[in-house]
């Protein structure tokens, strides 16, 4: 369970820092197959995992172990001996599947030639299902279309849930919805038929309660902090190397953009980080934006780590520069400043309150660079400005 956690907070990561337009890039990495970045993978021959992020993720081929993909666009053609992980605004599966399937997106499709032989997870705003499921299937959404069979238990939450004339369910259907649907006899005996209503408000105290409840640990001992501490910064340090290691051009313009405007780049972080608290309680206000919170909470985590590692990047190859290091250092010197910043940035937490302040707006300019970037991505290089005499501005005599 640990792994995958780490697999998944991984992906968020990269898929972070690959822009939708970026440059397709696949390594081998541990026999695990990285894709990062947009475009079609028609030709797989993985055998182990495939660990995908970008903003159009499309995979073919055959894949030995697992699937792990992440992206606005996802779809999976690849035949999976395992499991497979997919996150995304659209998600869409047509190749079959030889262990579980787990998959949350606005709007997500199993086609009829992906036979899930192992359980299904699914979360979305429309959920599709054409593709059997051999084992069981837990399904939460606005709507939950069923046209396939299940061999094992349903658990069905939704808004509406329609069924289709290949639906058929092997052993129990307990479903949620805010009236009773009317369940074809084909599909299932009333007899293993369970419904209780959908109530909002109480799936929303429920899960205040959850989180009330929770007992949280006694302090811990100072070589409990300090190992944590060790491990933290480790943590950091080695996920600022991937990325200097992966992605140096796109890591110098970022941190570029911090070291030239650092204002601006402060103020683009307290309007991006704004942007994304404000996306959990948009996304829980209806059951359809209710799959899409651990996606926002995740991006959220993702977003705060990699704005920590790159501000404390940036200030120490500030630092440097300014000591006489070249402006395109080796990534020895790179990897050098990146240790340091880390480090020094990360005993400043046992500074009170300053040190907090001090973090606090590290992340702040780390993420705005990232902000500013993705906003001039979207909006684009701007032409020129014309006089009256239609010349650039800058070409005339002062």
Request: aromatic share 6%; net charge negative; charged share 15%.
């Amino acid at each position: 369970m640990i792994g995958h956690k780490i697999r998944i907070t991984a992906l968020v990561l990269l898929a972070l820092a690959s822009p939708v337009q970026a440059e397709m890039q696949t390594e081998i990495v541990g026999g695990d197959t990285l894709i990062i970045g947009s475009g079609p993978n028609a030709a797989l021959a993985a055998a182990r995992d495939v660990v995908a992020a970008g903003g159009a993720v499309t995979l073919g081929g055959t894949v030995g172990q697992d699937v792990h993909a992440m992206g606005f666009d996802v779809e999976i053609d690849a035949t999976t001996t395992g499991d497979v992980t997919a996150m995304g605004f659209s998600v869409g599966l047509r190749g079959p599947v030889g262990g579980d399937l787990t998959a949350s997106g606005f709007t997500l499709r199993i086609s009829n030639a992906a036979a899930i032989a192992g359980n299904a997870r699914l979360a979305g705003g429309t959920i599709t299902i054409d593709g059997p499921v051999r084992g069981s299937l837990a399904a939460m959404g606005g709507d939950v279309i069923l046209n396939a069979e299940v061999t094992g238990d349903a658990r069905i939450t939704a808004e509406t849930i329609t069924f289709g004339p290949q639906a058929r369910i092997g052993g129990t259907l307990t479903y949620s919805t805010p009236e009773r649907v009317e369940i074809p006899g084909g599909v299932i005996a009333a007899e293993r038929v369970t419904y209780s209503e959908l109530d909002r408000n109480e799936m929303m105290r429920d899960a205040g309660e959850m989180w009330s409840d929770f007992e949280y640990p006694v302090l811990p001992t100072f070589m409990s902090l300090l190992g944590g501490f060790i491990v933290t910064l480790g943590f950091f340090v080695v996920l600022g190397a991937i990325f200097l290691s992966l992605m140096p051009k796109k890591v110098a313009r970022l941190e570029h953009l911090i070291t030239e405007r650092p204002g601006i780049a402060l103020l683009s972080g307290v309007i991006g980080l704004s942007i994304l608290f404000g996306l959990v309680p948009i996304s829980a206000l209806t059951i359809v934006g209710i799959p899409l919170v651990p996606i926002v909470l995740l991006t959220t985590i993702a977003v705060w780590t990699l704005g920590y590692v790159l501000g404390a990047y940036a200030v120490a190859m500030r630092a440097l520069r300014g000591a006489g290091a070249p402006e395109n250092p080796t990534i020895w010197i790179r990897l050098l400043a990146l240790v340091v910043g880390v480090t020094l940035v990360a005993l400043l937490n046992f500074i009170p309150f300053l040190g907090w302040m001090a973090n606090l707006a590290l992340v702040l300019v780390g993420i705005g660079a990232m902000t500013m970037a993705l906003f001039n991505q979207m909006i684009g290089t701007p032409d020129p400005v014309l006089d009256v005499d239609m010349k650039p501005v800058s070409d005339k005599p002062e």
